[in-house]
């Protein structure tokens, strides 16, 4: 890929300048980034309004968290705002401006190529529990454990919504910070594993998703951090009509996830922030993903996200469309 | 709702109870009777449903017809929350498309609903509680067919057990 030309920490430092630049001399107030978490495997949201803020910025491979969901929010105290944007962040942004949440005036966008962010949960797997014990070299992992050095492709611990993704380069922004890298995913074909897993009959479908839902501890985090969720009242704490109680329980549950995915219908950027952020490891995305599948197979290819001036396919239709139903 | 679920048309007396009625056992002449819960539109399937009516036409009472002014007009959390409380399937009756009284009601339903009922397929119900149909005002005698229909389908595949909300089966 191109962009290993530049080390990680070049790549930090050649993004750092560029904003320094801009946010010194007062074209965006606020520039949001991420900086390293608690842990040496999470890089959080940074919120920099200073040149000293600017000196935790970060770019590595745990930059995951999708920052456009901050944008409506933070438009709504500072005048200007600057944002790296990866693949999936670029998409939430013009789901985001589809949704009438934003002013594409105030926000500058500068575009960083993903290389793919890394799943800890599998590192821990492998026996990575330390940062000492994994360094990176351009599309290696080179893995240190209790026999030895281990290489193993970088690819390997990806993260799902990273593995799957068909467009890793920013579909928008005002200025490319690095250079562009190559397509992972070809978009026609990424619904093949689906294909894999299918379960035949109900009710194996449903002893599935019982059982990963039963899971669920309705703390919302799924939709906290999905930008196609855009309710400024969501139906789980609407109180009248009362959808939801406040204890957890299976039904309830499923019916929850079953109305967030439903809401993200044909909106739905794929971009996995649900399942990244879910605490219980709930797989989210399977079920957003099916349903982008049979919209698709429908009423014709459509990816959300990519042109913000394309009516998403539940907005729309056509007189001969097909229904998934008998209709005579 | 509850008013709404009083239900119309054919004969209610007897063999299905209220919501949630039909699962316990003690009700009528004891044998298990499915609800059905039909959301129709106001201009063209409820109509229909008129028409079966004044035509004499005799369809299972286990259907309880929800009058909404368009097929579009139903939220996808209105059928959930029928199969919450009891219901062992789910019907939604428009106009025809291109017959819509609003003009692009049932199209905007039409894709809707087919994702919806793909969807409730992917969380594991049988496709079969969840169904689609077009029903004008002319087709009374269409109306107590897919009444018909969809009652022996249901009837064949027994109580619905998905998201059934245990704390709205005591009511009876």
């Known amino acids: 890929m191109a962009q290993d030309n530049l080390n990680r920490d070049q790549a930090t430092a050649r993004i750092r300048a560029a904003v320094t630049q801009d946010l010194l001399s007062g074209r965006i107030s606020l520039l949001l980034g991420w900086q390293k978490g608690l842990f040496w495997w999470r890089s959080r949201p940074l919120f920099a309004r200073s040149q000293q803020d600017l000196e935790r910025l970060v770019w590595d491979s745990f930059c995951a968290v999708n920052l456009s969901r901050y944008l409506p929010e933070e438009l709504s105290i500072e005048e200007r705002v600057g944002i790296l944007v990866k693949g999936c962040d670029a998409r939430a942004f013009h789901r985001l401006l589809q949704d009438r949440m934003l002013d594409r005036e105030r926000v500058l966008l500068y575009g960083l190529p993903c290389p793919g962010m890394l799943d800890y949960r599998l590192l821990a797997e492998a026996g990575v529990k330390e940062a000492e014990q994994m360094l990176e070299e351009g599309e290696e992992l080179v893995i240190q454990t209790g026999g030895g050095e281990e290489r193993r492709p970088r690819t390997d611990f990806l993260l799902e919504k990273c593995r799957l993704c068909s467009h890793p380069d920013p579909v928008v922004y005002d200025q490319l910070l690095l250079p562009p890298g190559e397509p992972r995913m070809d978009p026609a074909s990424r619904f093949q594993d689906l294909e894999a897993r299918e379960r035949p009959t109900p009710a194996e479908r449903y002893a599935y998703w019982s059982g990963e839902l039963q899971r669920c501890l309705s703390c919302y985090a799924c939709r906290q951090v999905c930008p196609a969720c855009s309710c400024r009242e969501c139906f789980a704490e609407q109180q009248e009509p009362r959808w939801l109680g406040k204890g957890a329980g299976l039904n309830e549950n499923m019916l929850f996830h079953i109305i967030r995915v439903y809401h993200g219908a044909g909106r739905c950027i794929e971009c996995g922030e649900c399942q990244r952020a879910c605490p219980v490891g709930i797989p989210l995305l399977e079920l957003s993903r099916r349903l982008a599948k049979d919209i698709e197979e429908l009423y014709g290819p459509y990816e959300a996200g990519m042109d913000p001036e394309a009516p998403p396919p539940l907005l729309t239709y056509r007189p001969e469309d097909p229904a998934a139903f008998p209709e005579k | ?172």
């Not at chain 2, 209610?12 to 129709?40: E, K, M, Y």
Request: hydrophobic share 35%; proline share 4%; net charge positive.
């Open chain 2, 1 to 172: 709702m509850s008013e709404a679920l009083k239900g119309k048309g054919a004969d209610n007396g007897g063999t299905a109870a209220g919501v949630g009625g039909s699962r316990s056992s003690g009700s009528g002449n004891g044998a298990w009777q499915p609800l059905i819960v039909a959301f129709c539109c106001n201009w063209c399937s409820y109509a229909g449903g008129d028409l079966a009516g004044t035509s004499r036409l005799s369809y299972p009472a286990n259907v309880r017809v929800i009058r909404v002014t368009c097929s579009s007009r139903v939220n996808p959390l209105h059928v959930m929350r029928a199969f919450q409380r009891g219901a062992d399937g789910v019907l939604i009756a428009g106009c025809h498309p291109g017959d819509c009284h609003y003009t692009s009601g049932n199209y905007h339903a039409r894709r809707r609903f087919s994702i919806f009922a793909r969807l409730l397929e992917h969380a594991g119900l049988e496709p079969e509680r969840f169904q689609v149909r077009w029903i004008s005002s002319s087709e009374g005698d269409r109306f107590a067919e897919v009444m018909q229909e969809m009652t022996e389908t249901i009837k064949a595949l027994g109580p619905n057990e998905r998201w059934v909300d245990p704390r709205w089966l005591k009511i009876t």
